[in-house]
């Protein structure tokens, strides 16, 4: 699903508008949208309380409070403002609704069943002082359910940060298309449950706003479903790729080994695990379906991959961080091959984002790098990308410094392309951080590169279905866990979106 920016929004209202439809029908719809959301949270007969703001997300209150009274619920109108200050399509909403309107004036909130939060959306300019600020806080502090029009109050719509405070919602009722706000943390969290409204722009105007800026999405199936490996009667392992995941030392090969087993999981033909020759039993121990090579130096590996059938290499976890692992680094990228750089892989190029971009421009790798926070910080020290305002920007701009698909972890994942196509993912579960989770994650993506996915489409499509798994385990949730719940994950995507 695209998403569009609060810029891209306004560009489709006024596309709309200049093509004939009313600015206050779609405030109408906009209101109609937030009604028939309200009365399904409502008792019937129930109480509500519309607090408007002096701008149009305010007159999408006033419309939602004049259909809500008509259909014989309980309501109370609180502006922040002037009434006479009103202007556009919010007076003339305002005009229409005939019920009294309380001014904010410090006093408890009334008591009711839910609350309508139609101060601030997409207009939202400033951190919330004063009078907004308090009101906000009286609201989050008063345990009453919210249902958010447009955005939380205090929310920014692009980023997801808090402007001061915001409005915790149970639900959030957006038009047109999310906004990249509503699915970056802490906005999405604040959020509750999104539900999205056509207000009847129309097609046209949308293309209007799909146009701005490179594209960005809510990862799911229909951004990489059609890209998703498919098997025919002529696949066998050969043609699902095979995938090299680099071991540490001993003692410290687990993290590989998840790597190798979620690459398995999730489709690839052959899975071997490349192993310091002090670490092969540890790992043989361990191992069955994977396979096994010594491989003590780049040089060891630079051999291995005179093999052209192994399509893919996985370097990071558990791996130790300095020199050895930056040769390793620079001989598998300088090899060609579809490559994942995770963890200590991008700890060792810390500060040093151009090097690393340097070696994966000189063998034209094919390369997803998958840092946390931490690892995103230290690896793009000093770099623009450090410096952009949102997850988005960030990750949009490591991506185009390394010329690497980057997947910037966390609540949010962001995934962008060197391009400028990105995907937020908000498709997971807390019980995702976990020790080990991440390596897992690096599995997935190289297992589905080495099924023959592009680099974008399998990081997408992995942080999707490690998502997923996160979702259908919950509490208890340990990584171990994450390359044995990929079957029933597999079988319901391929028994729907990929159907
Ligand atoms: N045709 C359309 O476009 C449609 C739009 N729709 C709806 O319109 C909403 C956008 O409306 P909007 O642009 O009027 O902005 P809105 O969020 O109401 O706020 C602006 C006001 O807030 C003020 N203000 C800002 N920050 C503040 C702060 N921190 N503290 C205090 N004040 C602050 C700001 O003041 P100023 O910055 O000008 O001083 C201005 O007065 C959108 O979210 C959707 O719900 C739908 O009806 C569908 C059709
Ligand atoms: N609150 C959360 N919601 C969704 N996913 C999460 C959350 N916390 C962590 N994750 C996911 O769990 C994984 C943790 O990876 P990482 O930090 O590399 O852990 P490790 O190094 O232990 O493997 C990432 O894919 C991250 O996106
Ligand atoms: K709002």
Known sequence: MRLL????????????????????????????????????????????????????????????????????????????????????????????WTGPVRQVDGSPLPSCDLVIDALFGAGLSRDLDGAARALVEAVNAAGVPVLAVDVPTGIDGNTGAVRGVAIRAVETVTFVAFKPGHLLQPGRSLCGQ?????????????????????PLHRNGPDLWAGAFP?????????TRGHALVLSGPATKTGAARLAARGALRVG?????????????AENAAHLTAIML????????LDDLLTDE?????????????????????????????GL????????????????????????????????????FARLF?????????????????????????VVLKGADTVVAAPDGRAAINDHGSPYLGTAGSGDVLGGLIAGLMAQGMDPFEAAATGVWLHGDAGLRHGPGLIAEDIPELMPAVLRDLVESALR
């Open 230 to 238: 498919r098997l025919s009667g002529l696949s066998h392992k050969y």
């Open 381 to 405: 020290d000093g770099t623009a990308a450090a410096g952009a305002a949102d997850k988005v920007a960030r990750t949009r701009a490591a991506a185009e410094l390394t010329g690497a698909v």
């Open 340 to 375: 994942v750089l995770d963890a200590d892989a991008l700890t060792s190029f810390a500060g040093q984002a151009r090097l690393l971009a340097a070696h994966l421009a000189d063998g034209d790798a094919r390369a997803v790098l998958t840092p946390h926070a931490g690892e």
């Open 309 to 337: 059938r192994l399509n893919v290499v996985l370097a990071g976890p558990g791996l130790g961080t300095g020199e050895p692992t930056r040769e390793r680094v620079a001989v598998a990228a300088a090899a060609g091959r």
């Open 194 to 214: 999104l539900s999205l409204a056509d207000i009847g722009t129309g097609p046209e105007a949308l293309a209007v706003g799909l146009a701005v800026g490179p």
């Open 268 to 280: 690839a033909g052959l899975v071997t695990v490349a192993s310091p020759p002090a670490a092969l």
């Open 293 to 300: 090579r010594p491989c003590e130096s780049a040089d060891d």
């Open 5 to 96: 920016t609060v810029a891209a929004m306004r560009r489709v209202d006024a596309a709309a508008i200049d093509g004939g439809v009313p600015g206050l029908r779609l405030m109408e719809a906009a209101g109609a949208a937030v009604a028939a959301r309200a009365r399904a949270r409502l008792p019937a007969g129930g109480k509500t309380v519309v607090l408007c703001g002096p701008g149009n997300n305010g007159g999408d209150g006033f419309v939602a409070a004049r259909l809500l009274a008509e259909a014989g619920y309980g309501v109370d109108l609180v502006l922040l403002g002037e009434r006479a200050a009103l202007k556009g399509d919010a007076a003339l909403a305002a005009e229409a």
